[in-house]
Nanobody, 125 residues
Framework: QVQLVESGGGLVQAGGSLRLSCVAS????????MGWYRQAPGKQRELVAT???????NYADSVKGRFSISRDNAKKTVTLQMNSLKPEDTAVYYC???????????????????WGPGTQVTVSS
């Protein structure tokens, strides 16, 4: 089993900043991509930012220049620094990771994809 736990959500005024963190634990052999997604009320879950094990990043157009994603491979953590927050950034933010986990019978590890339970980010105007 692979578990992801997010932290750092909260309430902030427009123009403010928040920092989200996510740590992965369990029988992890390797992690490929880690990322953040968000879901606002009445809307579908959408990609915010992702980062590969090699450090390549991808951002949604709506957050480019305001958000920054980083990771620590040794600590199995991913962080999302959110600056210049807007009310439309209000959502539940979910951490996501995929890779391979140690598993009997799988010499190269069994593929996994996991989601965290989510953390609420609310930006007031």
């Amino acid at each position: 089993q692979v578990q992801l736990v997010e932290s750092g959500g909260g309430l902030v005024q427009a123009g403010g900043s928040l920092r989200l963190s996510c740590v992965a634990s369990g029988t992890i052999r390797s992690i490929n991509t880690m990322g953040w997604y968000r879901q606002a009320p009445g809307k579908q879950r959408e990609l915010v930012a992702t980062i590969t094990s090699g450090g390549s990043t991808n951002y949604a157009d709506s957050v480019k220049g305001r958000f920054s994603i980083s990771r620590d491979n040794a600590k199995k953590t991913v962080t999302l620094q959110m600056n210049s927050l807007k009310p439309e950034d209000t959502a539940v933010y979910y951490c996501n990771a995929d890779g391979r986990q140690t598993y009997d019978g799988w010499s190269s590890g069994r593929p996994f994809e996991s989601w965290g339970p989510g953390t609420q980010v609310t930006v007031s105007s």
